[in-house]
């Protein structure tokens, strides 16, 4: 049918320390699923929030304008609406509520079904300290596969 979508944040893992995961469907208008279907999305700096009604929304994630959509386009930055089911919905809200965390998306894909989701993580912040392990860690790992690379 189409080439497979999967736009990554790969900011996040380095950023935060991902305690759980869950799937969750967008809104999207016509010409907002057209571009993300043409890669033409980022969830760089994006993050999740609850509004008054309890429900979640995806901010500052960025969907460019569709090439041919007219006056019915949409706007790039916009705040977009996720669907998950009433009892994740209020685990997350407590969880962010009580323990300080935050939820960030992880990945954007389209499914078989042609529906577009968002991989999305209950995150805590991780220190500077954390961050200078993370990066020692990827270049012993890199180091590693060089030598075992070199001896096979």
Known sequence: ?????????????????????????IVLSGTEIKSIRNSKASIAESFCEFNDKGELFVVNMTVEEYKY???????PKAERKLLLNKRELKKLEKEVK?????IVPLRLFINEN???KLDIA?????????KRETI???????????VKKIYK
């Open 69 to 75: 959509g007219t006056h019915y386009n949409h706007r």
């Open 122 to 130: 209950l995150a805590k912040g991780k220190k500077l300290y954390d």
């Open 1 to 25: 049918m189409q080439k497979k979508i999967n736009i990554q944040n790969k900011k996040a893992r380095f950023l935060y320390e991902i305690l759980d995961t869950y799937m969750a469907g």
């Open 98 to 102: 009580n323990s300080g965390l935050t």
């Open 136 to 146: 020692k860690d990827r270049d012993n790992k890199r180091n590693l596969d060089r």
């Open 114 to 116: 042609g529906y577009a």
